[in-house]
Every structure is written in C-alpha cells, then in structure tokens.
C-alpha cells in the first residue's frame, strides 16, 4: 500500500464512519472530505469542483423536477387516485399500491413517487380504520424496487451508467436496468404484500400528514363544460364523501338558497360551498371539474403554477374588519381568497363579502409569487408548509407527451439524457407546470452537494490504485469461488454499505471496486456494474439507508428495529433473485 492509497482510506474511513454516525448533514461531510482530499494534494485543486459538471448530477437534478412537472399536471394523480378504495382488504390494497408505486418509481423519481402516493395510503387507511404502520413500509419498499426498472428511476442507477461512459466508453441505457430491475421487482414486492406486511407491529399512528390544519369554508364555481352541470347537490355526496369534504350548500346568481339544496340541479356558474382541509377540497374540485373566481385569468397553456396558500390574520393586518371585493384583490394581485376557517365556526355570507376578523385563516389561490406578495400586501402570516400545488389537470396529456418525447430523443441518440430532460423541464417552465421559484426549490441540494464532492474523490480512488488494491482483496478473498460467487460476495458487501451509507455514496464507491473485480477474474464488468447497481438501490434493513425509509419514519410510527423485520428476508430475496438474472440477461 502506497502513502497515497493509506492516506485517501484514512480520508475515507471518516468519511464512512461521519455518514453512518449521522450527526453530521451528509453533504457537509463529503464536502469536508473533498476539501481535505485536495488539502493533502491527492485532487488538483483546478479538478476539485468538476463533479458538479459531472452528467450524472445534472441527470438527478433535473429528474426531481420533471416529476414534480408530471404531478402538478395530474398525470400522475389520475393513475393514484384510481387505484385507491378503502374497502379493499389488506393483502390487496398492500398488492396494488406496491405494484403503482413501483410503476411510477419507474417513471419519476421514487422518493417523488412515495411523498404522493404516501399521503393517499394514510387516508385510505384512516378510512378503513387501520394502523399505517401496517402498509406505509411495504409501499416504501416498492417504490425503492420500482426505482430500479429504468435509468431515472433511481440515482444509483444514474451513477453507475454515467459511470459506465467513463469507464467503458459507453452508458447504460433507459431501459438496460429493466430486464433485471423488473425481475427483482416482481419478486420482492410478492413478498411484501403476501408476507411482508404480516411482520409489521400494529402500532395507532402518531402523526397527522395534515396537521392541526382547520377546516375552510370555500366556494367553488361550476366552470363550463364541468361534468357536474346537470347533476343534483344530492348525487355530488358521493364523490365529496370519497375526498373528505363536506358539502353545505349552493349559491346562485349572487345569493346563497335556502338549506343544503340537495335537489337542485347545478347550472354553469353556480357555486358550490364545501368545508373541508385545503388539499381534500383542492382533490374534490379536480375530481367534480370545479373551479375559482378568477381562475380564467390564470388559465390557457401558458398559465403560471398555482398554488394553494394557508395564512392567519394578526390584529393589526391590513385586511381585517374587510372584505376581499373591498380591497379588490383579485384585481390588483390576481390572487382568489378561496376559503376562510373561522375557529370551525360556519357561516352564510359570501366568502368574497365576508368581513375578516384577527384569528381568521385565510385559504389563497394563485401564482406561487402573486400569493407571496398578496400575503405581505394583505399583513398575514403565512403558515409554514402549508402549501398545496394545485394541480392543471388539461395539462396532463401534453406534460406526458413531453416527458416522453424527452425519452425518445434520449434512446434514439439525437441527443444526451441531460439535454432531454433540459428541454422538457424548459417545456414544463414554459407551461406553467413549474413556477421560477420552483426550479430551485424542487432540487434535492444536499444530494447534489453529496454526488459533486464524492465524484472526485471517486476519481482519486482510481488513480491512486486504491479501488483497484480492494479489488484485488475481494479477489483475493474469493478465490475458491466462482465468478457467479464472486458477483454474489459483491452484491453483499454493497448492500450492507447501502443500509447505513447514503445510496448515491455507496454506488459511487462501489462502480469502480465491482470493474476492477470483474478485470481481475477476467470476465465481462458489465454484470459487475448491474449488481452494484441493484444492491445500492436495496437498502431495507435500516430508515437511514434510504430516503424513502426516513421519510415514512414518523408517519407510520415505526422504530429503528422495524425495519430489519420485513427488510431482511427482502435483502436476501433480491439477492437470490437478482444474481440469477443478472447471469441470465448479462452474461459473465
């Protein structure tokens, strides 16, 4: 072992151990460490920040955002919301929403997959009155398998092809991780939903994903061409009960009618009043094909996105003891004061014609910046995430369109990933899918920070010879094995770095070790870079190994111990199942 190679394990062994301690954000650590790689002159100091123009970086940043494209068109909610019914029983509802959330790993980003389809598990189980703990993990778990059917679904996968292209010449393709991503997929996510789940504890759910929020009466307009027109108040319950909003009662032409008018047929232009939490009633206007005032000033394909704002009224705002018509607020911000929650207190005065008092909430729609500004000309507080995108459902086709034209220009070889995707985030921006504010917002930081500092040091660990010396260990250590063997003593040393190293790390560290294996016994690296790809996806054994472990952490009341229940068995599944493939679809 040279100076350098012990030096740059020291650095790393740090770094391992500051990542698994975990005390320390992620990306500060990998700063650190490429910082100190430089100091000790392992790094050019003009190559230390190369990595953040590395195509795999900009691949992940831009995937984020293209599924946050694709969910504020409703593309992806259509498809969600179909396939959750609360009446299903267990075994099938865990089967279902596991094989949706595996599809859309496959298509966005599968932590983007988890934070929607996580938020319809939990009202589906509120519904069914059952424990969440029952049925978050094995919906996280599938969307972690799912992730693996194709290049974008997950970041190891981005690595370790644009990887490839260093070290091969050429990256893997969309769909090369399919053949064996699928074959994984299916069989792990058979497990969870016949066995998995059975291992769970049921333990009363501790967090509410909506909060304390209150309940806002809201008026919402039957636009033309709304598939309401012509249906009764009465034949709405339906549909208003499935999204948790209550219907109190009509308004037409200017005046609100006596009762609940359950009777009444609903023309254009009628209004609704609903109570009900603001992405509940922002989901049954989508559904019912409702709208707001001044939603045709924000409307056509070049519309900005929307969103949905929560604030309170303090006693010294602007707005107080006034109404939103007297202060014209839709003409002077182009922004709707959609609802109002009065302490639960109901009322029969026009949303837009009713006096606010201090201690109101206040529901507004509109442009992402119009809101801000509102708020500020108003003198109310915004409410820290309380933030609902609204959804432009007419914009879903195209959204898809794009998305896949993005695709077919990447696979035909007109141009790189990178670009595509460039060009159809553009596209999105364009649309109004994604606001100004939204492009950088959207992007997961700390992973970038992570993948642009560890690049380097990756890089130094091939120059130095030190992936190449642990190679040779590896080798060394499998020699009465067969190369089959050796793959499988790869994929295991992988996983176990997976459950307790962040998954982008752990592909960066472990491409280079798996070619210098596959060089060294002599055979194809290809298989080599497919089972480090799968097993630094598989992390199931810990909630820190995985992003989408983390984030179901709270909502389904699970404890550190949790995991390795169901995980386990899983890892050794994707084991047995994945090696096969691998031989199978890319032969030794």
């Not at 062994?13 to 320390?24: K, T, V, Y």
């Not at 059975?198 to 333990?203: D, G, I, S, V, Y």
């Not at 303090?314 to 929650?341: F, K, W």
């Not at 002599?522 to 799968?534: E, H, K, R, S, T």
Request: some cysteine; aromatic content about 6%; overall charge neutral.
């Amino acid at each position: 072992m040279t100076n350098d190679q012990a030096m740059l394990f020291g650095i790393l062994f740090i770094l391992f151990a500051l990542l698994i301690w975990g005390r320390i954000r992620y990306d500060l650590v990998a700063f650190g460490a490429l910082l100190l790689t430089v100091l000790v002159g392992l790094i050019e100091p003009a190559m230390a920040f190369e990595g953040f123009g590395h195509p795999a970086v900009v691949i992940i940043a831009l995937v984020l955002i293209v599924s946050r494209g694709l969910m504020n068109s409703g593309a992806v909610e259509l498809i969600a919301r179909l396939v959750t019914k609360p009446d299903r029983s267990l075994p099938t509802h865990i089967s279902i929403m596991a094989v949706v959330g595996a599809a859309l790993s496959a298509v966005i980003n599968n932590v983007a997959a988890l934070a929607l389809l996580m938020t319809l598990d939990i009202d589906a189980a509120r519904k069914a009155k059952r424990a969440v703990s029952l049925t978050l993990m094995p919906l996280s778990f599938g969307t972690i398998l799912g992730g693996m059917i194709t290049l974008i679904g997950t970041p190891p996968n981005i690595v370790i092809a644009q990887y490839r292209e260093d070290a091969l010449g050429a990256p893997f393709a969309m769909f090369d991780f399919a053949p064996v991503g699928l074959t994984v997929a299916i069989a792990g996510i058979a497990y969870v939903a016949l066995v998995g789940w059975r291992l769970l504890p049921e333990r009363a759910d501790t967090v509410s994903l909506e909060g304390d929020a209150g309940l806002y009466v809201v008026e919402a307009r039957v636009k033309d061409g709304s598939k309401a027109i012509g249906q009764t108040v009465g034949e709405l319950h339906p549909l208003a009960h499935t999204n948790d909003v209550t219907i109190l009662g009509l308004v037409r032409q200017g005046k609100r009618l006596p009762g609940f008018s359950q009777s009444r047929e609903l023309r254009k232009g009628d209004f609704l009043v609903l109570e009900g939490d603001p992405k509940q009633i922002e989901g049954f206007m989508g559904a019912a094909e409702l709208d707001s005032v001044g939603a045709e000033r924000h409307g056509g394909l070049t519309a900005k996105s929307m969103t949905l704002a929560e604030a309170i009224v303090p006693q010294d705002a602007r707005i107080v003891g006034r109404t939103s018509m007297n202060l014209r607020l839709l003409q002077r911000h182009g922004v709707t004061l959609l609802g109002v929650s009065r302490q639960g207190r109901r009322f029969r005065d026009r949303v837009r014609h009713l006096p606010i008092k201090a201690g109101d909430m206040l529901l507004l729609i509109g442009p992402d910046e119009n809101v801000s500004a509102a708020m500020n000309w108003l003198g109310v507080l915004p409410l820290a995430d309380r933030r609902v995108d609204v959804i432009q459902r007419s914009k879903a086709i195209l959204a898809i369109l794009l998305f896949a034209g993005a695709i077919a220009l990447s696979m035909t070889g007109i141009t790189s990933l990178a670009v595509a995707l460039g060009l159809c985030v553009v596209s999105y921006i364009a649309m109004g899918l994604i606001g100004g504010s939204d492009f950088y917002a959207l992007i997961e930081w700390k992973v970038i920070v992570l993948l642009g500092c560890l690049i380097p040091v990756g890089t130094a660990l091939q120059d130095t010879g030190g992936s190449q010396l642990i190679a040779d260990q590896i080798v060394s250590w499998t020699a009465d094995l067969p190369p089959w063997g050796v793959l499988t003593v790869m994929m295991v040393i992988t996983m176990t770095l997976s459950d307790f190293l962040n998954n982008v790390a752990t592909a960066l560290i472990a491409a280079p070790i798996g070619i210098g294996v596959a060089q060294a016994i002599g055979v194809n690296p290809d298989p080599f870079l497919m089972g480090v790809a799968v097993a630094a996806s598989c992390a199931f054994l810990t909630p820190i190994g995985h992003k989408n472990n983390t984030i179901i952490m709270g909502p389904g009341n699970y404890h550190f111990g949790d995991y390795w229940r169901m995980g386990l068995i899983l890892e050794v599944i994707v084991i047995v199942v994945a090696v096969p493939a691998i031989l199978v679809f890319w032969p030794l």
